[in-house]
């Protein structure tokens, strides 16, 4: 068997193989989608090949939807060549439990693949995708650093580049992506939701001031119409939604590759990139996820709570992910992080079947959870719970200390920090600290 449509013809043969197929004409979906695009998504890893590509089949098998997503690529190239066009877009989604099962999908939801180049023609298609009255929202996996467009030296070479050039010749990924969003405005002040999904606090702010800050220099140096930073502002027209996303999906793994060839499957190398991306034509990832997305979509939205992601309002969005970096998650895999670098581990389940690490775990979640804000949607201490006895056990999840333990200083303020000043808002004695600390002096 080969991951390409014309392979899949032989349905038998993969579901013989325990293979979940793309219940729609993937040709349909394709057509619909080059006429009608709903939504694109900007960062074509793996997070967004296990999660949001998977959730865009689910609506589709269900006939909930009629078209599917475009993945665009800024950074990496490498991605939309060796891992989507050269399978015809098509990704196999391992799901791996914690009793050792897992389920394998073939997902068909990605309709198409461009690269976020301007010289380019895939430039002229993503042009057309914008001024398409259809757009409904366009999102974003991209890392935090993707929404950088200044440091302490002010703003960055390529953005400064591109605020004196203006929309035309932008080079930068938020250069690119405001002069898409200007290509709209001229279109007819055409509205559109930019969704940031990446796992920060407030990300939607970040992304609105990335584009925002670059539109109003545009306007200021008359290189855009006067009314495009306005347009931006106004969320009749342009949204920014925050969201909290959680699942955990580490690099593809070498095992997960053996047991994929074992069922016939031919092609599955992983190999990296030139820009050190990790990647293969299938996603192995944890079963458990979890999305929240601000209900804020100007120009409608795909009816993704039947796939399992939450609306709420931006608050609970807020509390949702304060209770998951601050508390019930985040601290536990970054101390987990930190004394698996020091202690010589490369596997987050090994450490937790260490007596002492293990505790660790469980204490800095206990001392979290008197000051923990609650979201109303979801209940923290079986979020908790959930985390420290399904999730960060699992063998099956190969994910790495290592991996989690990158800029490290970057996470400390958010992940501790806002348990201590709770502490200290509310009266509580700091003494009663005794894991978070300990995390704290590691880390030093």
């Known amino acids: 068997m080969k991951l390409e449509k014309k392979s899949l013809r032989e349905a038998e043969e993969w579901k013989k193989a325990g293979y979940e197929l793309p219940e729609y004409d993937l040709d349909i979906i394709q057509a619909n989608t080059k006429k009608k695009p709903t939504w ?33 690529e800024g950074y990496d190239s490498e991605i939309i060549e060796k891992v989507y066009r050269k399978y015809d877009n098509l990704t196999i989604a391992v799901s ?61 070479p390529q953005i400064k580049e591109d605020m004196q050039v203006g929309p035309e010749q932008a080079k930068s990924y938020m250069g690119c992506l405001t002069a898409l969003c200007y290509l709209r405005y001229l279109a007819g002040k055409l509205p559109l939701a930019l969704v940031s999904m990446d796992n920060f606090s407030h990300n939607g702010d970040r992304l ?48 997960i590759k053996e047991m994929l060839e074992r069922t016939g499957l031919e092609g599955m190398d992983i190999f990296t990139t030139s820009a050190n991306t990790y990647i293969a034509p299938f996603v192995n990832a944890e079963e458990t996820e979890y999305l929240v997305i601000e209900d804020n979509f100007p120009n409608g939205r795909p009816k993704l709570e039947h796939a399992g992601i939450l609306f709420a309002d ?31 581990y490369t596997s987050i389940s090994k450490e937790m079947e260490d007596p002492l690490l293990r505790e660790l775990a469980v204490q800095i979640g206990q001392e979290g959870m008197p000051v923990v804000v609650h979201p109303g949607i979801l209940e923290p201490k079986q979020f908790l719970h959930e985390v420290l006895y399904v999730r960060l056990p699992n063998p099956y999840i ?35 600290l005794r894991a978070i600390p300990l995390v704290i002096a590691g880390w030093i």
């Open 208 to 255: 609105k001031m990335a584009v925002l800050t670059i539109a109003e220099v545009w306007e200021k140096n008359n290189l855009v119409e006067e009314g495009f930073s306005g347009y931006l502002q106004d969320e009749t027209k342009i949204s920014f939604p925050w969201s909290m996303i959680d699942k955990i999906t580490p690099r593809p793994d070498s095992k």
């Open 398 to 432: 190969p994910d790495t200390p290592q991996r989690i333990a990158t800029d490290t200083s970057q996470k400390l303020s958010i992940r501790y920090g806002e348990t201590i000043k709770a502490y200290q808002k509310t009266g509580k004695s700091l003494e009663q």
């Open 314 to 344: 931006r608050r609970t969005v807020e509390c949702v992910e304060q209770m998951k970096v601050c508390t019930c998650l985040n601290p536990l895999h970054t101390g987990l992080a930190i004394f698996g670098c020091l202690l010589s």
């Open 40 to 72: 694109i998504h900007f960062g074509a890893g793996n997070i967004f090949r296990a999660f949001m590509a998977v959730a865009q089949q689910k609506l589709l098998n269900e006939k909930i939807s009629d078209t599917g997503i475009i993945v665009c």
């Open 96 to 156: 791996m439990k914690q009793n050792g099962s897992m389920d394998k999908m073939v997902v068909g939801s990605v309709a198409e693949s461009l690269l976020l180049k301007p010289e380019t023609s895939d430039w002229l298609r993503l042009k057309e995708i914008f001024e398409n009255p259809a757009l409904q929202m366009a999102t974003f996996t991209i890392t935090e650093k993707g929404y950088q467009i200044k440091n302490a030296s002010g703003y960055l």
